[in-house]
């Protein structure tokens, strides 16, 4: 079956470590997207990609890195510099970015606590 | 600055009809769509509105106005299993995803 996979569901990281999401899809989608999502507040975006070795910065970027290597792939590496990284983290992708009846298909999430 | 609004929680009982509301102010429009967000899960597409009126899809209706930057999602015949997040989210003229923070639908026995 077509869909995102990403791993690991549950992260635990001490405080100055930099730590890398995955994320993998099969469903042939052309866009990916990284978004942040906290208690009492709408799915933030952190980085997006609309083409292999491109990606665009979103509204939080800040203390977050990402590579697009592959159409398959856009992992998430949350660095040191992020001040407040403890949040549910959603990884989507679409057929395409740019247009009006762009649908996303959501991972699982990858949920990320710092101790 | 860009705004999606929805209540933060509803209550309602199972077999009956809710209507959650989503109001918004955004920087052009190019569609408003809602996805169904179980605890701890990824949201799942529920509809795709772009021009005014409604759209019904089983159970689930949506409607839009675009005048009064208003949309709403109808559940009809609730069952338990609706029980989750409902989120809004609107198209702006730069085709970027604006998203509300959701509600959370409680159905009770």
């Known amino acids: 079956d077509g869909g995102i996979t990403q791993s690991p569901k549950y992260l635990f990281r001490k405080e100055g470590q930099n730590v890398t999401l995955s994320c993998e899809q099969n469903?042939?989608?052309?866009?990916m997207y990284w978004y942040r999502q906290d208690p009492g507040q709408g799915l933030r975006l952190i980085y997006y990609s609309q083409i292999v070795n491109d990606f665009q910065k979103g509204d939080i970027a800040e203390g977050y890195s990402v590579s697009r290597e592959k159409k398959e792939s856009f992992p998430l590496t949350v660095t040191s510099a992020q001040k407040n990284p403890t949040a549910f983290y959603l990884c989507?992708?679409?057929?395409?970015?740019?247009?009006?009846?762009?649908?996303?298909?959501f991972g699982a999430g990858s949920r990320l606590t710092v101790l | 600055g860009q705004n999606i609004d929805q209540p933060t929680e509803m209550t309602a009982t199972e077999g009956a009809i809710v209507q959650i509301n989503c109001t918004y102010q955004t920087s052009g429009f190019n569609g408003l769509f809602w996805y169904q967000q179980h605890a701890g899960e990824a949201p799942t597409f529920l509809s795709y509105?772009?021009l005014d009126g409604l759209e019904e899809k089983g159970r689930f209706s949506s409607f839009l106005s675009r005048s009064k930057g208003y949309s709403y999602l109808l559940l009809k015949e609730l069952q338990m299993k609706d029980s989750a997040s409902y989120l809004c989210a609107v198209m702006d003229s730069n085709y970027q995803l604006i998203w509300g923070a959701g509600t959370k639908l409680i159905i009770k026995p």
């Open positions: 989507a992708s679409s057929i395409s970015g740019g247009s009006g009846a762009n649908v996303l298909t």
């Open positions: 469903l042939n989608h052309d866009a």
């Open positions: 509105n772009v």
